[in-house]
T-cell receptor
């Protein structure tokens, strides 16, 4: 079985301070993990993905995430928040080995950036 | 933009109406998906098509009827919907169902009165 837990439904940071969005996963297979971002009234945009290569994954807009198998975590970080980072963030787990390669989404974390 | 477009962007319909949502992908992908996004709930996968054949139907009520006439187009036909069907409906595509990265359209915001 596969599932994702996003530990915070809402995170608020000041502009210029670090961002940490937490994600824990459960997977019976070798997982692929993704972070997507959704700005208001927009679709989901891929930020980054992990597919069993380097455990530290760099994405767009200065975001990165580290795959930690021992902790079953895939937290998203950014050194310095920008106002344009305010959005909803989704952690996703999938596996090429699972039937139909279904995506399993977390419930999302809403990021607010305070000027 | 991701190369996946959806129309209309907003739709209001009564419970007795019939309407259709359209999705088009310009990426040359072979797999397409419909998702439902409701407030405070994870995205729900509704349908998966691969090479125009339906490969997944996650127990979606029959009032939602998908159609995939070719690998670039996906429709979701709606009839006799309920107010609880109000949500954002997202379309996505990927190279194949075994390809992990999915590319999403902007969604159709549906309100059922």
């Amino acid at each position: 079985a596969q599932s994702v837990t996003q530990l915070d439904s809402h995170v608020s940071v000041s502009e210029g301070t670090p961002v940490l969005l937490r994600c824990n996963y459960s997977s019976s297979y070798s997982p692929s993990l993704f972070w997507y971002v959704q700005h208001p009234n927009k679709g989901l945009q891929l930020l980054l993905k992990y597919t069993s290569a380097a455990t530290l994954v760099k994405g767009i807009n200065g975001f990165e995430a580290e795959f930690k198998k021992s902790e079953t975590s895939f937290h998203l970080t950014k050194p310095s928040a920008h106002m344009s980072d305010a959005a909803e963030y989704f952690c996703v787990v999938s596996s090429r080995l699972s039937p139909s390669n279904q995506f399993y989404f977390g419930t999302g974390t809403s990021l607010t950036v305070i000027p | 933009e991701t190369g996946v477009t959806q129309t209309p962007r907003h739709l209001v319909m009564g419970m007795t109406n019939k309407k259709s949502l359209k999705c088009e992908q310009h990426l040359g992908h072979n797999a397409m998906y419909w998702y439902k996004q409701s407030a405070k709930k994870p995205l729900e996968l509704m349908f998966v098509y691969s090479l125009e054949e339906r490969v997944e139907n996650n127990s979606v009520p029959s009032r939602f009827s998908p159609e995939c006439p070719n690998s670039s187009h996906l429709f979701l036909h709606l009839h006799t919907l309920q107010p609880e069907d109000s949500a954002l409906y997202l379309c996505a595509s990927s190279q194949d169902t075994g390809e992990e990265t999915q590319y999403f359209g902007p969604g159709t915001r549906l309100l059922v009165l």
